[in-house]
């Protein structure tokens, strides 16, 4: 059996379903939660967001995410509404050039995900590959013992607190910091999970900060290892883009 903790998705990581032998150092620990082994398979993962903001009429949206993990990279693709996509690529090592996202044109005039309070990267949990800190105090997150770390954003203008299952060495929550500030402005939650096959796969997730929050729900998902068919559509066509 395996697991899949794709948040924010959205990243997608592949873990086996084992136990920890021995307690890690904080820095072994986060490189193993960086890179699980089986990383070569697709998945994809079809839903809908639904976003509410206080004294505002709430708001929905499709979304689509897929991924094709290889050994040394994630590449990804996030479509929200049908019109506005992201193609992102993800080396498995920290450092400011190991995330890149490119907007797929044409673009919307206003985006859709920025509204409801995501970040394309968010979904493919780049987030892990943000410059170690330090550990915090454990903690225990929906009955899970889960070990705390703090990391720097690229920039130094954020960090994160990362709660990681100790066990499994997946994240269950991360909450984003601003410099200097003590308190989050964002808050993501996985939320539960669907077996597909060998693979356990995010269905839903939560995103909060003051005053909003965005669910998203994901009913359609796939998933196998790169030697089985893969999608011929697995990368898609946002409307409006040339060929489409």
Not at 14 to 22: K, Q
Request: hydrophobic share 35%; aromatic share 14%.
């Amino acid at each position: 059996m395996r697991i899949l903790a794709v948040i924010f998705l959205l990243t997608g990581m592949l873990l086996p379903l084992l136990s920890a032998e021995e307690y890690l150092s904080s820095k072994s620990f986060l490189e193993k939660a960086r890179n699980p082994v089986g990383k070569n398979y697709w998945v994809t993962m079809e839903g809908k967001a639904i976003h509410r903001r206080r004294d505002k009429d709430n708001s929905e949206s499709p979304i689509y995410v897929a991924l094709r993990m290889f050994p040394d990279r994630t590449a990804a693709q996030v479509i929200i509404n049908g019109n506005e996509g992201y193609l992102l690529g993800q080396k498995y090592e920290p450092g400011p050039e190991s995330t890149s996202v490119i907007a797929m044109e044409p673009k919307p005039a206003k985006s859709k995900l920025a509204e409801f309070g995501l970040r394309p990267q968010d979904l493919t949990m780049a987030f892990m590959f943000w410059d170690f800190d330090k550990e915090l105090s454990s903690e225990r997150i929906k009955g899970y013992e889960c070990r705390v770390l703090k990391l720097n954003s690229p920039s130094k203008d954020e960090y994160i607190h990362v709660y990681i299952n100790s066990e499994y060495y997946f994240p269950l929550k991360v909450e984003w910091f601003r410099k200097s500030e003590d308190k989050p402005y964002r808050t993501g939650e996985f939320g539960s999970f669907r077996k597909h096959g060998d693979f356990w796969l995010v269905s839903s997730l939560l995103i909060y900060g003051p005053g909003w929050k965005t669910r998203i729900d994901f009913d359609k998902t796939a998933a196998d290892f790169s030697d089985k068919s893969i999608p011929a559509e697995l990368f898609r066509k946002i409307e409006g883009e040339a060929g489409k």
